[in-house]
């Protein structure tokens, strides 16, 4: 059975820092990417952070400088590091673990962790 747990969202300020985990279990991790994909209230999912079964990272331009992706292999876990928060960073982050360099249908999913920024 795959499953995907967040931790770390939470209420955070405007110009904080907040560390959201993810802890993956029941795939074969050093062959998936994993991804981090927010969902902005009223707005659709947006794939911000994804990090390739090689380490090699990628960011969508607007988090670009401020998020920082990281994986540790023999702890199953992906780990992503918002700093210098926005407003707009508000939402709900998942966890994805894919083939690929996107998620698509057969992807799992974790469920969610809220992340409120607010001063």
């Known amino acids: 059975q795959v499953q995907l747990v967040e931790s770390g969202g939470g209420l955070v300020q405007p110009g904080g820092s907040l560390r959201l985990s993810c802890a993956a279990s029941g795939i074969d991790f050093s062959i998936y990417t994993m991804g981090w994909v927010r969902q902005p209230p009223a707005k659709e999912r947006e794939l911000v952070a994804q990090i390739f079964s090689g380490g090699m990272p990628w960011y969508v331009e607007s988090v670009k400088g401020r998020f920082t992706i990281s994986r540790d292999y023999d702890a199953k876990t992906v780990v992503l590091e918002i700093n210098i928060v926005k407003p707009e960073d508000a939402g709900v982050y998942y966890c994805?673990?894919?083939?690929?360099?996107?998620?698509?249908?057969?992807?799992?999913w974790g469920q969610g962790t809220q992340v409120t920024v607010s001063s």
């Open positions: 994805t673990a894919y083939q690929g360099v996107a998620p698509r249908r057969g992807a799992f």
